[in-house]
Structures are given as structure tokens and as C-alpha cells.
């Protein structure tokens, strides 16, 4: 989970530059955080060894981006800026279809971050005048709702560390 926010803080700040306008760090950071929500959780089910939860994710994103791209390219809309195919919003819909699977797949521990990264994407996109909010919400919709399809929770072996002022262990646990 810290690594999560700690991976998006450092993602917005690398995207900041001196004179920059402030909405133009915003779209930066939301147009690298669409890849860093699916690159986390492709590598948490390389973490986990979790070959099944690979699949699940990767069966999601499939899913995600073909009913994204179908759509967009089917539904002639214009963008805020002029531009066209603006219904739905792809970087939302990738970055909610990772959440989603992070939450479902290994839990809230995951999924808040997750969703607050995924978010921040969507409202980063109409901050940028990329997208209606109608796009971003359609986005989000597909990415949820294609990761709730095919993702199951996890139940493979947890390694957590285990502290406190008198002592420091690690606790092996299975999930069934």
C-alpha cells in the first residue's frame, strides 16, 4: 500500500516543472499513473506468484480496453478541446479496471490506494479538457465492472511481517 502512494507521489512530482501551469502537472501525472495502476498490479501477481491472478487481470484488461476502443470508435463525440473519440475515457478505464482487480483480488489494503490513483486519473482528464465527466464515469464503469467479472480473491500463502516494541517475526499464512 505505501508503495502505491509513495510510486504516485513520485509520479506527480516528476512530472512538475518550473513555469509549468498547474493543470499541466495534472494531466502529466494522470497520463503516467494510467500505467503505473496496471503495472502495479501485474507485478503484485508476480509478488504473490499468483499465475491465476496474471490471467484473471490480464483477461480484465482485455475486456476493458476492447469494450473501450469499441466504443470509442463506434460513438462519435467530441472532446472538450475539439478533439474526437472522447466517449469513454481510456486512461480511466485502465486505471479503474486495475484497481478494481487489486481490490478484489487481494484486498482494501490494495484497492484504496488503488482507487484513489485511479481517481485521480479520471478527474486528471478533465481537469486536462480531454474528457466530459460523462466520459470518465462511463470509463471507470467499464474498468469495474470488467475486473468484478473475472477476478477472484486471492488464496495463495501471505508473507507479513509481525512487530511491536518487544519483537520482530515473520508470519507465513494461507488463505482457503
Known amino acids: 500500500m505505501r508503495s502505491l502512494l509513495v510510486l504516485a507521489f513520485f509520479s506527480f512530482y516528476l512530472t512538475t516543472s518550473i513555469g509549468a501551469r498547474a493543470g499541466d502537472s495534472i494531466a502529466e501525472a494522470g497520463d503516467l499513473l494510467q500505467f503505473v495502476l496496471p503495472g502495479t498490479a501485474a507485478?503484485?501477481?508476480?509478488g504473490y506468484w499468483d499465475g491465476k491472478g496474471a490471467l484473471e487481470f490480464g483477461e480484465s484488461a482485455t475486456l476493458t480496453l476492447g469494450v473501450t476502443y469499441g466504443l470509442k470508435y463506434t460513438v462519435n463525440e467530441k472532446r472538450p478541446n475539439g478533439g474526437s473519440q472522447s466517449f469513454p475515457s481510456?486512461?480511466?478505464s485502465i486505471s479503474f479496471c486495475s484497481a478494481e482487480f487489486m481490490r478484489k483480488r487481494y484486498g482494501w489494503e490494495y484497492g484504496i490506494p488503488a482507487y484513489a490513483a485511479a481517481s485521480f486519473v479520471a478527474y486528471s482528464r478533465v481537469e486536462a479538457g480531454e474528457h466530459h465527466p460523462h466520459d470518465?464515469?462511463?470509463g471507470a464503469a467499464i474498468g469495474i465492472v470488467s475486473s468484478y467479472i473475472f477476478t477472484r480473491p486471492y488464496k495463495g500463502w501471505h508473507v507479513q511481517v509481525d512487530a511491536d516494541g518487544r519483537y520482530f517475526?515473520?508470519?507465513l499464512?494461507?488463505?482457503?
Open 43 to 46: 507485478g503484485l501477481t508476480l
Open 90 to 92: 481510456a486512461h480511466t
Open 136 to 138: 470518465v464515469i462511463a
Open 169 to 171: 517475526g515473520i508470519r
Open 173 to 176: 499464512c494461507r488463505d482457503w
